[in-house]
């Protein structure tokens, strides 16, 4: 008998490093533009590295059609359609389709990236980290004239905050499942808390509860009790420091709309901005065209109607509205249904849940991290389908070996020489 030594030192893994690879793209892709300047297009070229990745990540499904692919065609159909029914006339109207097409349906196809669990959460950790830095950019970088950070590169504030709040759910979601050390949940919590405050933006930080709360809801009921007072416990503290020490004083923003909600809510200026987008909704079911909201609304001074549920609804009509609607309720259906047994089915359920509310307060048609998640959340929550599909082909697959079948009761597997 000849006994083999195996070789226990560390192994350089090409797929792991790749795996990475991906994910730092997919990081850059959605946030290149908001970090300080570099001199460098970090989007473009984040954009030119990916086109590899993603083509490789489509031909290896072939014959049969990636997920993420189907959803981005459709997408594409839909507001396809309605650039070509009523093509835009401005120039905005043409840059917002031109972008949607070739940039914002691109990030969405860059879901095909991540195929596997494993490698969703090493995006979630880079995008976590990610979160981190914007957060110190938030805290040293310049602020606007109602003083609103914005960061170290003139970005919005709401954008901004957009960019931290999301991977503050990552980091609940990452602690809750033990895939990071729990000692990195207080210092990252309260950088990422004092990021968005600084910010001041009100909606990322309601979406940020309501993805929190998702996180927890979708967990068994024997890890739900210890490991929510696990991750709650160094939330509540950053809360109470942040009260404590006036870091969040009831004169601004975020203080005010805890200290009077429904106050907040009435004085703000979506209302002002969806009483007429709803009445363009019911006197054109056809839609108004892809930028034209401003001109139809009478509200020359803002763009779009700052909810980008209303605003395709206004724009590309009733019947490309509704089912653009239909298309992401089916997917947080599925993923709600996934998520009991696919635990990254729950973080993209609460990413994607995060973009929903951001999105219905300040977000519009080239909200790139929510279509992102749309067809990250497609294939997710295909995965366990996918794997008793496979395991299924496997039981009845033919024997290389007289023909018998595998996994046939009575006849032995051959031996693997």
Request: aromatic share 8%.
């Given at each position: 008998m000849?006994?083999?030594?195996?070789?226990?030192?560390?192994?350089?893994?090409?797929?792991?490093?790749?795996?990475?690879?991906?994910?730092?793209?997919l990081?850059?892709?959605?946030?290149?533009?908001?970090?300080p300047?570099?001199?460098?297009?970090?989007?473009?070229?984040?954009?030119?590295?990916?086109?590899?990745?993603?083509?490789?990540?489509?031909?290896?499904?072939?014959?049969?059609?990636?997920p993420?692919?189907?959803?981005?065609?459709?997408?594409?159909?839909?507001?396809?359609?309605?650039?070509?029914?009523?093509?835009?006339?401005?120039?905005?109207?043409?840059?917002?389709?031109?972008?949607?097409?070739?940039?914002?349906?691109?990030?969405?196809?860059?879901?095909?990236?991540?195929?596997?669990?494993?490698?969703?959460?090493?995006?979630?950790?880079?995008?976590?980290?990610?979160?981190?830095?914007?957060?110190?950019?938030?805290l040293?970088?310049?602020?606007?004239?109602?003083?609103?950070?914005?960061?170290?590169?003139?970005?919005?504030?709401?954008?901004?905050?957009?960019?931290?709040?999301?991977?503050?759910?990552?980091?609940?979601?990452?602690?809750?499942?033990?895939?990071?050390?729990?000692?990195?949940?207080?210092?990252?919590?309260?950088?990422?808390?004092?990021?968005?405050?600084?910010?001041?933006?009100?909606?990322?930080?309601?979406?940020?509860?309501?993805?929190i709360?998702?996180?927890?809801?979708?967990?068994?009921?024997?890890?739900?009790?210890?490991?929510?007072?696990?991750?709650?416990?160094?939330?509540?503290?950053?809360?109470?420091?942040?009260?404590?020490?006036?870091?969040?004083?009831?004169?601004?923003?975020?203080?005010?709309?805890?200290?009077?909600?429904?106050?907040?809510?009435?004085?703000?200026?979506?209302?002002?901005?969806?009483?007429?987008?709803?009445?363009?909704?019911?006197?054109?079911?056809?839609?108004?065209?892809?930028?034209?909201?401003?001109?139809?609304?009478?509200?020359?001074?803002?763009?779009?109607?700052?909810?980008?549920?209303?605003?395709?609804?206004?724009?590309?009509?009733?019947?490309?509205?509704?089912?653009?609607?239909?298309?992401?309720?089916?997917?947080?259906?599925?993923?709600?249904?996934?998520?009991?047994?696919?635990?990254?089915?729950?973080?993209?359920?609460?990413?994607?849940?995060?973009?929903?509310?951001?999105?219905?307060v300040?977000?519009?048609?080239?909200?790139?991290?929510?279509?992102?998640?749309?067809?990250?959340?497609?294939?997710?929550?295909?995965?366990?389908?996918?794997?008793?599909?496979?395991?299924?082909?496997?039981?009845?697959?033919?024997?290389?070996i007289?023909?018998?079948?595998?996994?046939?009761?009575?006849?032995?597997?051959?031996?693997?020489?």
């Open positions: 000849v006994t083999v030594k195996q070789d226990v030192r560390p192994q350089w893994h090409p797929t792991t490093v790749g795996d990475h690879l991906r994910a730092a793209v990081v850059l892709l959605m946030i290149g533009s908001m970090l300047p570099t001199g460098l297009p970090l989007n473009e070229l984040s954009a030119i590295v990916a086109v590899p990745f993603i083509i490789h990540a489509l031909v290896r499904r072939a014959p049969s059609i990636h993420a692919l189907r959803v981005v065609a459709l997408l594409a159909l839909l507001f396809g359609a309605v650039v070509y029914l009523r093509p835009p006339d401005s120039e905005y109207g043409i840059g917002k389709a031109q972008n949607l097409f070739a940039f914002t349906l691109f990030t969405a196809l860059a879901a095909a990236l991540l195929g596997n669990p494993e490698q969703v959460v090493r995006w979630a950790r880079l995008w976590l980290i990610s979160g981190v830095c914007l957060s110190l950019f938030a040293l970088g310049d602020v606007d004239g109602a003083g609103r950070s914005i960061g170290m590169a003139g970005n919005n504030p709401i954008w901004l905050a957009r960019a931290i709040g999301s991977p503050a759910v990552a980091l609940v979601w990452l602690v809750y499942r033990r895939r990071i050390p729990r000692s990195m949940a207080m210092p990252a919590g309260l950088l990422l808390t004092a990021g968005l405050i600084a910010t001041g933006s009100r909606g990322p930080a309601v979406a940020m509860l309501i993805g709360i998702l996180v927890f809801a979708t967990a068994s009921r024997q890890q739900r009790l210890v490991r929510v007072t696990i991750v709650l416990t160094p939330i509540l503290v950053a809360g109470y420091a942040a009260a404590s020490f006036g870091l969040l004083p009831a004169d601004s923003r975020i203080g005010a709309f805890i200290v009077d909600p429904a106050d907040t809510a009435y004085s703000s200026n979506r209302l002002d901005l969806a009483r007429p987008t709803l009445t363009l909704i019911a006197d054109h079911p056809g839609g108004i065209g892809i930028g034209r909201w401003a001109e139809y609304a009478g509200i020359p001074r803002v763009a779009y109607p700052h909810n980008l549920w209303l605003e395709v609804l206004s724009e590309a009509g009733w019947i490309v509205g509704g089912l653009f609607i239909l298309i992401v309720a089916r997917i947080v259906w599925r993923l709600s249904r996934t998520s009991r047994s696919e635990p990254t089915a729950a973080l993209v359920l609460a990413l994607l849940a995060f973009e929903i509310v951001v999105t219905s300040s977000g519009d048609l080239n909200a790139r991290t929510l279509f992102f998640m749309l067809a990250l959340g497609h294939c997710v929550s295909r995965w366990p389908a996918e794997r008793a599909a496979h395991r299924r082909s496997r039981s009845v697959a033919p024997s290389r007289g023909g018998t079948g595998v996994g046939v009761p009575g006849r032995p597997e051959p031996a693997v020489v």
